[in-house]
């Protein structure tokens, strides 16, 4: 330890925590950073990461041991305006619990939504409502003093970050994932191991210094916005959100009134889903941890202790709790995390569980005036069951059964009954000049019925340097100049490489925008590389179309010159060679020009944004013996469900024919983000 600064990247040999008895660390003694070796060894099944706690336990009590102790709770009077689910008759158990520790349930159709939370600290120690810091998204400045080399990320940013340090260690460790995903993918399976490249990708970028918000805090996180989602439980503690790897409570040591050391709780994880959750999403209740049976043992009663206590402290103090809600979707394999905001604990109780032992229950409650997140989850699943209309609902399906999921047309800013009409299609219409290379016999795959990487003899492979563009579960690995996929007539039943091929997956939305004409969503959460969409319409000569090219507001251009981005892993996360690191920019064999004024898709629906969530690939496959390029789409970061997709349109080169006016052909940008550029085109 060198000064203020502490050594998170320490690996300690400790007990399993389920061994020990709750020890809370001194005010004096930060608690050790544990973390398992960034690429293994694993054993049978596998190892998760241990749970670490507060870096700066001793800098935040100073901070909150300052706040005054919140005066005693008033008692409220249900409001009968208010209709929302009553508790089950087990839920009103008195607790046993000692006198200071027991509460009366109330009733869950008080007033209690719009009770006001306590007042938080930020980041500087000033204290400030609720309703404030929920407002302010503006990124801070990059405080590029005592920078880590390595990661990039200042000793300042790893304690207190903002969007767009957050937006980039998110990014950066799902690249190095699907990298050890792609590496993993190429080896023959081991039985009896369970491969996670999430944890290895975590322990990495945690031993590398890839993190920020450090700095445990009750509240808001900085950077991370109510709303956002992650698929692996590792992203919510590179971030700062959520620090363990598998307990549902996370909590911090503060000093008490008395000058003892008491936990509170910072944020919980709820995987339940309960009518509860689908009448009133604001209202959470949760159960307790501990308690449950081992193999040589029965199932106990659980404790007053660790997670537990600290709710029930934070109860008594009156403090704001994360609240993450994990949810399993049927297009994904895997659970989705998403941040429903700050929750009230209004009460606790203890009642009898299904195995009969006495189990905690705390019922929560969300604090009004903050973006929805959950409550949009909940409403799209009653569109998708039936159970409820799509509000301003025009056509339920505007492709005509040409897409095999069906894309919603909906208007809820005006009477507007649609776009023009246009003919839809899931190709490029190519004419005879556009033919990229000789005719061919097709793929020519040789590989027999199994597409493997390495493979040589498959030409798909070679093209794309031996590897699988995609994981196993069509998530692509890195941007590329160009990505060779397998042909519709390869051989191989189980092949990889068709992704762009097999038509729009996701559940998408065409809906009227305010000020920016029709656009894209989609109901479903998109995952980081996930594929959308293709660019649809007539490929045109550009040489022909310049003059009308202006008046075309469906056409994508190749030759526009667009904002550069890093998307790809790091070799040095990976422990490669910076020589093997892939270009990310597109080399296209001729200008390609796709107009989808008259013959389009869905993605003609897509919007401009200088801060685009959402980016073009081109993608060649061979097709009737001819070599055609395409233009697909990919998530850049996870998207929550309706959020609208935009990409970059670019800025056109100048030319002779403009008289080197840069302005020429463009048009005002409303994105709205940060970083704007005012105009597109």
Not at 118 to 132: C, F, K
Not at 413 to 438: A, C, H, I, R
Not at 591 to 611: Q, Y
Request: proline share 8%; charged share 20%.
């Amino acid at each position: 330890m060198e000064g203020n600064y502490i050594d998170k990247t320490r690996v300690l040999d400790i007990k399993p925590l389920r061994t020990l008895r709750p020890i809370f660390p001194s005010g004096n003694q930060a608690p050790p950073f544990v973390c398992a070796p960034p690429f293994g060894p694993f054993p049978a099944g596998f190892s998760p990461f241990y749970p670490f706690g507060s870096s700066q336990v001793n800098e935040q009590t100073p901070h909150l041991s300052q706040a005054q102790n919140p005066p005693q709770r008033q008692p409220q009077i249900p409001s009968q305006a208010q209709h929302q689910p009553q508790l089950p008759p087990q839920a009103h158990h008195q607790p046993h619990l000692p006198p200071q520790h027991q509460h009366q349930p109330q009733n869950l159709s008080e007033h209690s939504l719009a009770t006001p939370l306590r007042p938080l600290r930020s980041s500087n120690g000033d204290i400030e409502p609720v309703e404030s810091t929920l407002k302010r998204k503006t990124p801070k400045k990059r405080q590029l003093s005592t920078v880590n080399f390595e990661s990039g990320i200042s000793v300042a940013e790893r304690d207190n970050g903002n969007r767009e340090l957050v937006t980039s260690v998110l990014m950066r460790f799902d690249a190095l994932r699907r990298r050890l995903a792609q590496l993993e993918d190429a080896e023959d399976a081991v039985n009896g191991i369970i491969k996670r490249p999430d944890l290895k990708a975590g322990s990495t970028c945690m031993s590398r210094g890839v993190r920020t918000n450090t700095k445990k805090r009750p509240g808001l996180v900085p950077g991370v916005e109510i709303g956002d989602i992650f698929f692996f439980r590792f992203e919510m503690c590179l971030v700062g959100l959520h620090s363990p790897s598998m307990a549902g409570i996370d909590y911090l040591v503060i000093k008490g009134g008395d000058a003892e050391e008491e936990p509170i709780a910072t944020s919980i994880v709820s995987s339940a889903y309960t009518e509860i959750d689908r009448v009133n999403p604001d209202v959470l209740i949760y159960t307790g941890q501990g308690g449950h049976a081992d193999k040589d043992k029965e199932a106990s009663d659980q404790k007053l202790e660790r997670g537990n206590l600290a709710l029930e402290k934070s109860l008594h103090r009156n403090s704001a709790v994360r609240v993450i809600r994990g949810l399993k979707e049927a297009t994904h394999r895997v659970k989705i995390y998403v941040y429903d905001g700050i929750y009230e604990i209004k009460e606790a109780w203890i009642e009898k569980g299904k195995s009969g032992r006495d189990t905690f229950k705390y019922k929560l409650v969300r604090a009004p005036n903050q973006p929805p997140a959950f409550a949009t989850w909940t409403e799209i699943q009653s569109w998708k069951t039936g159970k409820s209309q799509r509000r301003g609902l025009i056509l339920p399906d505007l492709t005509s059964g040409v897409e095999s999921v069906a894309v919603s047309l909906v208007n809820e800013v005006d009477s507007e009954n649609g776009p023009p009409y246009f003919t839809y299609s899931t190709t490029v219409k190519y004419s005879m000049s556009f033919q990229l290379t000789q005719p061919s016999s097709g793929c020519g795959c040789s590989c027999g019925n199994k597409c493997k990487p390495g493979n040589l003899e498959c030409p798909c492979i070679r093209k794309n340097g031996g590897e699988f563009p995609y994981t196993g579960n069509d998530i692509l690995v890195s941007r590329k100049a160009m990505v060779y996929e397998c042909s519709p007539s390869c051989p191989c039943l189980t092949c990889k490489s068709k992704v762009t091929q097999m038509g729009v997956k996701l559940r998408l939305e065409v809906f009227k925008t305010v000020d920016r004409g029709w656009g894209l969503r989609s109901w479903d959460p998109i995952r980081a590389g996930a594929f959308i969409c293709v660019y649809a319409g007539e490929a045109r000569d550009k040489s022909k179309v310049q003059q009308t090219m202006a008046n075309d507001d469906f056409t994508f251009d190749t030759t526009r010159v667009y904002t550069p981005f890093k998307w790809n892993y790091e070799a040095g996360l990976a422990d490669e060679e910076a020589s093997e690191e892939v270009s990310e920019e597109p080399e296209l064999p001729l200008p390609l020009i796709i107009s989808a004024k008259n013959i389009g898709n869905v993605a003609r629906f897509m919007n401009h944004s200088c801060s685009p969530n959402v980016f073009w690939q081109p993608v060649s496959y061979e097709n009737n013996g001819q070599l055609y390029l395409h233009v697909a789409f990919f998530a850049v970061s996870h998207i929550p469900p309706m959020t609208e997709l935009t990409y970059d349109y670019g800025v056109a080169r100048p030319s002779g024919a403009q008289n080197g006016n840069p302005m020429y052909g463009k048009k005002r940008c409303f994105c709205g983000t940060q970083y704007c550029r005012g105009s597109f085109g």
